[in-house]
């Protein structure tokens, strides 16, 4: 195979980009993972798809096991007059062989996405494919990790809970908010985690998956597809984030704007768990929107609280 071309064209670009950001900085809330507060992010959309502002903590009802819970803090992602909160974010690239061809055509796109995020503390690219590589992007020096790029080895087998996990575990300092986005085709063909321990991973984070699945072909006695974007979506659900199916790689600008944008309406919940129950149980959270119609509400659908 040939080895990766430089990606010149997108470095000002991205230089421009994050020169823009910098301009535009304001202080953010920064929520601490060591707080005894449980953090929601929360996307409310009209039943057209538009995100709901304005929306203050009078709004919101949250339950933990069916008991409503007091809410102490009401906050919000984007800047559009209150103090905007913080995440943290990794994308989640698949270098593998069915996706390294793909991909190399789709790393001026990520690097765009990764610079016009709004206020992300940290951002993390972590390359997979049976195995992980991880590198701290600098939204002032995006060439480092075009250099990072054409040093890759070709790709091998892909470990897709694997590299998910990896990406938790190195986000476990986050500021108690993270979301994961996933360029891949779904297939996982040599992860050594298991379903069962990725489910228990995610639901130890206050993360929002964002799974973009490429099109993927039967490959003999391979993996299913079909079943690969079945939990693609279940991940996506459980975590309060979306599944978005490319029907072509043109189309990844466009999704990778629509994350940003769902990243950007977000608002984030608090409020102090229950200290009852056995410690590392799971507790099912339910988020509704009262006083404006039929609204879309999606938020991660319960937590393990570390004993």
Known sequence: MARRAPLLSAVSLA??????????????????A?????NVAVTVEDAQGRPIDGLTARDFVVAEDGRR??????????????????????????????????LRR?????????????????IIVVFFDQTQRLEHFDREHPEALFERVRTLPEGGNTALRDAIAFSLRALAKSNGRS??????????????TDPAALDRAVQSH???????????????????????????????QVSGGRLFKLPNEAALPGVLDEIAADLRSQYVLGFTPDGSGAPGRVRKISVKVSGHGKVVVRHRVGYRLQP
């Open 69 to 102: 819970q007091k809410i102490a803090m009401c906050a919000r992602m984007g800047q559009d007059g209150g103090r905007p909160t913080s995440l943290d974010v990794a994308l989640l690239v698949d270098t593998s062989d069915s996706m390294l061809e793909t």
């Open 15 to 32: 230089i421009g980009l994050a020169a823009a950001s910098s301009a535009a900085a304001q202080p953010v809330a920064v929520f601490s």
């Open 206 to 236: 206050a993360v929002t998956i964002y799974p973009v699945a490429y099109p993927a072909s039967q490959d003999g006695d391979g993996p299913d597809p079909q079943e690969a974007l079945k939990e693609l979506a279940r991940l996506a």
């Open 34 to 38: 060591e707080t005894s507060l449980v």
């Open 106 to 122: 789709s790393q001026d796109v990520a690097v765009r996405f990764l610079t016009s995020l709004p206020n992300a503390q940290e």
């Open 179 to 192: 979301a994961l986005v996933l360029l891949t085709d779904g297939i996982d063909t040599v992860s050594a």
